[in-house]
């Protein structure tokens, strides 16, 4: 009897630190580390042999293992940088192998939604924070700059927190076809309202373009395949309304916003340009099936921009701005053929699956990663590496 009890609370202090983990990732980096470390201590408190011969014998998690070998051996060929500087580049990508081995207990599909919950807490309540500083703490006549915006929650880069935005938006989406309960469902519209504005205020570019063409494919799925025709209309009610506000507003801040949304989409694109032409330059120039090692990219990238006289990227440091050619530069062929196949077996069985979160996920974030190393920082390694195991490795029909 004690016995039971004592597992039973183990796995409600594991459950809560992996949704710890899932909150705090829009957050400061120190948290996330905190959550961090909280789930691996309580993971390995529970994990038993057999949870580890299922989680390294499954298919996705050889693709994984694979992945991380090539990353490795690209970042140890190396000629211009330091050991130090291996084992800083090393960190984050061990996270890929790490937290699919302290999800091993939440298969279960009351675990995954209560992870998932605590991942939409933590957006939601970001967001909060930032609006509240915003409306209450900043001058009324200044200008909105979209990375201020995020500074009360740490500073994360607006393009990070547009992509959970969106992920948040499509989690809610499901939470409301579950439940039938009025009060329920009222909650979420005005939740999803809320991330359809701030995903709009963040004006991050790549995200809003992948969130409407994961709504487009979302709605195919349940209005065509799944029958389920009342979800058209209740789109239309969230997005008309949302942006209300944003097609009439004429203050000055949202003319700021407007206007980099709608006018002035050639700065960023005209400089990843640059960042895209360089790295492909270093592909074509340096060993292509081992690439040339992750501890080497950023060197070879400012070098590139010094000798084009790309005064910005080359001050301010640019990584390739795209994760498909960063993956490919820095380790090779054999790197990028890995990493597409680990983003294939992905869709291949969140469409075997059906599982229409898992697809709205691996879409998202291939699509954003066309504009973005989302591994080049903590915040996209935990996002990647949690939903990946959550709805692919930890996935069943």
């Known amino acids: 009897m004690r016995s039971t009890i004592k597992n039973s609370d183990s796995n409600r202090l594991y459950i809560l630190s992996i949704s710890l983990l899932a909150f705090s990732i829009p957050y400061e980096n120190r948290y996330s580390n905190i959550a961090l470390i909280l789930s691996i201590a309580t993971s390995l408190f529970l994990i038993k042999k057999e949870s580890i011969k ?84 900043e001058p009324s006549d200044a200008a909105i700059s ?35 309960k009025l009060l329920y469902k009222i909650t979420i519209v005005i939740f999803q309202i809320f991330l359809i504005t701030s995903l709009i205020f963040l004006q991050s570019r790549t995200p809003i373009v992948a969130f409407m063409i994961c709504l487009i494919l979302y709605v195919f799925i349940k209005v065509f395949r799944q029958k389920i025709k009342k979800q058209l209309g209740y789109v239309a009610f969230i997005l008309a309304f949302s942006s209300l506000f944003f097609l009439t507003a004429d203050t000055n801040s949202y003319l700021i916003i407007k206007d980099r949304l709608f006018n002035n989409f050639t700065d960023g694109l005209s400089l990843r340009f640059h960042s895209w032409s360089c790295a492909w330059r270093i592909f074509l120039e340096n060993p292509k099936v081992f690439g040339i090692g992750f501890s080497n990219t950023q060197l070879f990238l400012d070098e590139c921009y010094k000798n084009h006289y790309l005064a910005r990227p080359y001050f301010e440091h640019y990584n390739a701005h795209n994760q498909y050619l960063q993956i490919l530069i820095a380790s090779g062929i054999l790197g990028i053929l890995s990493w597409l196949s680990m983003i294939g077996f992905g869709f291949y069985r969140a469409i075997s699956n059906n599982n229409v979160l898992s697809l709205i996920f691996l879409t998202l974030f291939s699509i954003c990663c066309l504009t973005e190393v989302y591994l080049a920082r903590i915040w996209g390694v935990l996002f990647y590496a949690l939903f990946y195991s959550l709805l692919v490795i930890e996935n069943k029909k």
């Open 54 to 137: 299922r989680v390294t014998s499954d298919y996705a998690w050889i693709l994984l293992s694979m992945n991380i070998l090539i990353f490795l051996t690209g970042i140890f060929l190396v000629e211009k940088s330091s050991i130090d500087n291996h084992f800083g580049k090393m960190g984050k990508y061990l996270l890929l192998l790490l937290v699919p081995l302290i999800l091993h207990k939440t298969r279960n599909a009351k675990n995954q939604q209560i992870v998932l919950f605590g991942f939409c807490s933590g957006v939601i309540i970001g967001l909060l924070i930032c609006w509240f500083q915003l409306l209450f703490f």
């Open 146 to 180: 979209y990375s201020l915006f995020t500074q009360p929650i740490g500073g994360i880069h607006p393009v990070y927190l547009a992509q959970f935005v969106v992920m948040a938006f499509f989690i809610l989406f499901e939470a409301f076809l579950r439940n039938d």
